[in-house]
C-alpha cells in the first residue's frame, strides 16, 4: 500500500463576493463539503472563512487532481444548498477559479 500526504491551502470565493456564508449556512456548507472530500478519499484538517470566501486545508490523494476535486466540492455544494433546505434564498454559486498554496 503506498502511502501519501499532500497538503494543499486552498481559497476559493462565492459568486461575485456575494456574502452568501452567513452563520446559518455555515454549518450546513461546511459539514457537506467535509462529507464530500471524505468520500472522495481526501482529508479535511480544517475549514473556514468569512461571509464572501473559504478556506480549506486538505490532504488530496495523488489519483485526483487539484482542478477536479475542486470542481467536484465547488459544483456539488452549491447544488446541495441551491436544493436542500436553503432552496428559497437567493441561489448560491462559486466564483470561477482557486488560489492553491502547497
Known sequence: ?????????L??????????ITVDIEPELYGYIIGKAHALSC????IG??????????SIPPKLSIADFVQNIK?????????GVFSTRPK?????????FH
Open 1 to 9: 500500500m503506498a502511502l501519501w500526504r499532500l497538503y494543499y491551502h
Open 75 to 83: 459544483g456539488s455544494s452549491a447544488y446541495h444548498l441551491n436544493h
Open 49 to 58: 472563512g468569512i461571509e464572501d470566501h473559504l478556506h480549506l486545508i486538505s
Open 11 to 20: 481559497v476559493w470565493a462565492t459568486k461575485e463576493r456575494q456574502p452568501f
Open 92 to 100: 448560491f454559486g462559486w466564483q470561477r477559479g482557486m488560489v492553491c
Open 43 to 46: 482529508i479535511t484538517y480544517t
